[in-house]
Each structure stands twice: as C-alpha cells, then as structure tokens.
C-alpha cells in the first residue's frame, strides 16, 4: 500500500496499521516464553505452592536473577499467570491444563513442540523450497520408526498425542450417539486418550485401542490409570501389513494426515473392509475448511506435516467425504468438535 493510499483508507474511517502484522511476525516470542514455562515445569511448581513470590519462584525454578522478573511477568502480561500482592499464580486455565500432575494436562504437546518443533519450524523455508521433512527423518528414514527407536521420544510423542487430542475425545464422547454402538477401537491410539475419554463418558462401551507393538506398555499404563483396563484393551498391529481388528465404530485420529493420498485411500478401505454392516468410521483432524481460508491452525497443520514427514498433510471435510463415498461408505457429514477439530462421521 502506498501512503496516498494509507491516507485515502484512513479517509474512510478504516485505521490501517501494521499491528497484526508486527504481532504475528513476532508471535515467536511469546510462544517460545510458554515453551520454556512448560520445560521448567514453572505451572506445576505454581500449582504445588499456591503462590510464590518473585525470589522464591526464581529459586524454585533454577533461573538467573537478570531473567526471572521480566520472565514471569511477560507470561503474566500473556495472560499466563496472575499476580496479587508481589505473589504470583497459575490463571485457572493453566493451573488446569498445564499442571503436569493433573489429569486434564495438555502440556505433552507443548513439551514436545519445545523439544523437537520449534527447532524444526527454524527451517521451514527449506522445507517450502525442496518440499523435503526438516525433522528427525531429514536424511531419510522412516518417521515412527525413527522417533520411536528413542523411548524417550516415543514416551513424548505419545503423551503430545494425549494433549493434541484429549479435548477431541471429550467433544466426540458428547456428539456422537454412542448409545447406538456398543463398541469402539482407536486405530493408530497412541496413549489412548480418545477411547479414555468415549469409555469414561459411556459405560457401555467396551473396545480399545490399535497400534504399534511399541505402544503397548503406554496405553496399557495411561488406560490403567484412568481405570478402564476392564473395558479398553490394547491391539498391537500394523495397519498396512495387518487387517483392522473390527468394532461398531473405527476411529482415526491424525492418521490420515500422516500419509499420501494412495495411503489415506488404503487405510479407509482396510477401516471400511473391518467394519459390521451398519458400522461407522468417525476421522477426526483439524480438518481444513472446504474454502482454505478459515482454519489456519489446520493449514498450519499441513505446513507441520511438511517439516516431519516426507508425504503428509491434512484435507478438508469435502477432501474426506469424496474419499469415503470413493471407498464405498453410503453416508458421510462433517461436524464440529472444539477449537479447530472437527470429525467426518462415515456411515457403511
Ligand atoms: C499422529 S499420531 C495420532 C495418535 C492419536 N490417534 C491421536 O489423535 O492423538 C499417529 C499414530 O499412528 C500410529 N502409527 C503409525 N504408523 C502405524 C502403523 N503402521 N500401524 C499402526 N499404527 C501406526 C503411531 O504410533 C501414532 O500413535
């Protein structure tokens, strides 16, 4: 924009300033901020004490003096924390979400964001101009098989999974009519965090979870915890050397994103092929709008499937749907859950 055209837009009454700009471009910043809160594990030591003052904060956390004050207060000025009195405190929200001894925890992504993302992203215009992964697998290498061959990284991965889709699970166990079905299996459930969330809320379901042998002792540990081991069991198994086990209802959750289109295609087949004659196939993702311009962290998403693997991304509702009826499912609809995820329900 020129500046006779900045003063003609201020003529009409329409403000043009760079704000938006300035605070995306610098987003970073307060991002990285969290990251390190999450890392220094900063909300669960808030969280044990009540409140803490500046010092004590600072000590507890092992922090330099030139770093503690401004720290704790850019994260207060994010809406991070709360101050009364000299004494800082979790907001209700990060006391709830980013303790990590909570069960409604959702820091595991974040952590993980910390640990491996945000320095992966640092790349991305490579990863824009070759189209190749800018992760662990950026010299080649098969992904799951690369993360997971750290226990440490698979344990992160799979707790991150938990954060990314918790509140998906909760959204789904209120939107489907669970009381029609009497079973569901998650394939590719890492923790388990989706089934966690439908068994809590449904009792009469029974079902579990499908994934990788490598998984086993992490669901089994997390479905333990949340005393569903009667009612969800684990399945190891491969999806594209195995056959699907079979339930009423086949959830995958930020599967098809991972893979190409001849992928995403194989594995609705194999989910449609395991299902009983009037089951369900429910995909959930941060499923972009039919019109790209509105879900920016399901675009974002795609972007982020670019910099981990070599043939990812994520589609829209319309995408899924045509390859549902593709594959032969008589009815799809695309619905809402919270925040950018939706789920395409596929009838048989
Ligand atoms: C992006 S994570 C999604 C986890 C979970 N569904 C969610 O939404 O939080 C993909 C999952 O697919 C699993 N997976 C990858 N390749 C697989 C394969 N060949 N067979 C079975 N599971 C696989 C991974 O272990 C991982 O748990």
């Known amino acids: 924009m020129t500046n006779a055209e900045i003063a003609t837009a201020a003529e009409r009454g329409e403000p043009v300033t760079p704000d938006s700009i300035m605070q995306l471009g610098m987003a970073f910043w307060g991002s990285k901020a969290l990251l390190s809160a999450v890392e220094l594990r900063l909300f669960g030591t808030l969280s044990e004490a009540g409140s803490l003052d500046a010092e004590e904060l600072r000590e507890r956390l092992g922090l330099h003096p030139r770093s503690a004050r401004d720290f704790f207060d850019a994260l207060l000025a994010l809406g991070m924390l709360q101050r009364h009195d000299g004494k800082y405190s979790?907001?209700?929200?990060?006391?709830?979400?980013?303790?990590?001894?909570?069960?409604?925890?959702?820091?595991?992504?974040?952590?993980?964001?910390?640990?491996?993302?945000?320095?992966?992203?640092?790349?991305?215009?490579?990863?824009?101009?070759?189209?190749?992964?800018?992760?662990?697998?950026?010299t080649g290498g098969d992904f799951f098989a690369t993360v997971y061959a750290d226990p440490e990284r698979l344990a992160q991965f799979a707790s991150a999974m938990s954060g990314l889709s918790a509140s998906a699970g909760r959204a789904i166990a209120a939107k489907f009519p669970w009381h029609d079905y009497g079973s569901v299996v998650d394939i590719g459930c890492a923790q388990g965090a989706v089934p966690v969330a439908i068994a809590t809320a449904h009792e009469h379901l029974t079902g579990g979870g499908f994934d990788l042998p490598a998984l086993e002792p992490i669901f089994n540990a997390y479905v333990g915890k949340n005393g569903l081991a009667d009612r969800l069991g684990f399945i190891p198994g491969d999806f594209f050397a195995d056959p699907l086990p079979s339930a009423d209802v086949l959830i995958?959750?930020?599967?098809?994103?991972?893979?190409?289109?001849?992928q995403k295609r194989l594995l609705l087949?194999?989910?449609y092929a395991a299902l009983p004659g009037d089951g369900v196939l429910i995909v959930h993702d941060a499923i972009i709008d039919d019109d790209r311009r509105e879900n920016a962290f399901g675009l974002l998403m795609s972007l982020n499937m670019l910099i981990e693997g070599p043939y990812g991304f994520d589609y829209s509702g319309a995408d899924c749907r045509a390859w549902?009826?593709?594959?032969?499912?008589s009815e799809s609809y695309v619905q809402h859950l919270v925040g950018p995820d939706s789920m395409v329900v596929g009838i048989k």
Do not use: C
Request: charged share 20%.
């Open 252 to 262: 995958m959750g930020h599967i098809l994103h991972d893979w190409d289109l001849d």
């Open 269 to 271: 087949q194999k989910a």
């Open 90 to 138: 979790n907001t209700p929200a990060t006391d709830l979400f980013l303790d990590p001894a909570k069960p409604t925890y959702v820091g595991g992504l974040l952590e993980m964001a910390n640990a491996r993302l945000y320095q992966f992203w640092g790349s991305l215009t490579a990863g824009l101009r070759t189209g190749q992964p800018q992760s662990e697998v950026k």
């Open 324 to 329: 549902m009826a593709e594959t032969g499912f």
